[in-house]
């Protein structure tokens, strides 16, 4: 079975400063989506940033981006210029080809003024 | 364009009572699933649905049953509710292929 493991279970960052979150994830599949949802206290699960793993390019979304290594399975999240929005939690997904999608814990973002 | 809507927001239930909480989408989108949020875990699949008549079994299905009439409704139904089913529900639904899930608000539930 998938799991996904967030190692992170809070960070804090300055704001305007940048921070990465961890991710790793086991799986046996070769081809798989991979993700990153923002959970503010509003408790809306919202789209950061997607990958998909036959793309050996780094998705980017605007200052977000994530580092994805396919071999060491590994898929962490940069956010950059840190902003007072961005606190909330970041949960990491996967997802396999028959549509089985598996969270990580979650990691609990500060970012202070 | 409402989205993904889900009823009730809120839900207190005394144990073995049975409930369904309403999931619906006017996007469209073949893909429907449920997911529970418990304190300190991520989300948990529980069912989902790639087209209406076909649904499958998550991570955590037990307890759980769930039906697809038509490409907008997702239902999941509580058959006798159970204090560990405290948490909080989450609908999704995406278009085939496109692997970007929309939510709904969510579900509070409370078994007591």
């Known amino acids: 079975a998938q799991t996904v493991t967030q190692s992170q279970p809070e960070m804090s960052v300055q704001e305007a400063e940048t921070v990465t979150l961890s991710c790793t994830y086991d799986?046996?599949?070769?081809?798989?989506?991979l993700f990153w949802y923002k959970q503010p206290p509003s408790r809306q699960m919202i789209l950061v940033i997607r990958q998909e793993a036959y793309k050996q390019q780094n998705a980017t979304e605007n200052r977000f981006s994530v580092n994805f290594q396919k071999a060491a399975k590994s898929f962490s999240l940069k956010i950059s210029d840190s902003q007072l929005g961005d606190t909330a939690m970041y949960f990491c997904a996967f997802m396999n080809p028959n549509n089985d999608m598996r969270f990580g814990a979650g990691t609990r973002l500060t970012v202070k003024p | 364009n409402a989205g993904v809507t889900q009823t009730p927001k809120f839900q207190v239930l005394k144990t073995g009572q049975s409930m369904t909480l309403q999931c619906a989408q006017d996007?469209?989108?073949?893909?429907m699933s449920w997911y529970r949020q418990d304190p300190g875990m991520g989300l948990r699949l529980i069912h989902y649905?790639?087209?209406?008549?076909?649904?499958d079994q998550g991570e955590v299905p037990n307890g759980y049953n769930v039906s697809r009439s038509t490409t907008e409704d997702f239902p999941l139904r509580l058959l006798s509710a159970a204090p560990s089913q405290t948490s909080v529900y989450f609908c999704?639904?995406?278009?085939?292929?496109?692997?970007?899930?929309?939510f709904g608000p969510g579900t509070r539930l409370t078994v007591t």
């Open positions: 996007m469209n989108h073949e893909y």
């Open positions: 799986t046996s599949e070769n081809n798989y989506y």
């Open positions: 649905s790639v087209g209406a008549g076909i649904t």
């Open positions: 999704a639904s995406s278009p085939i292929l496109s692997y970007e899930q929309y």
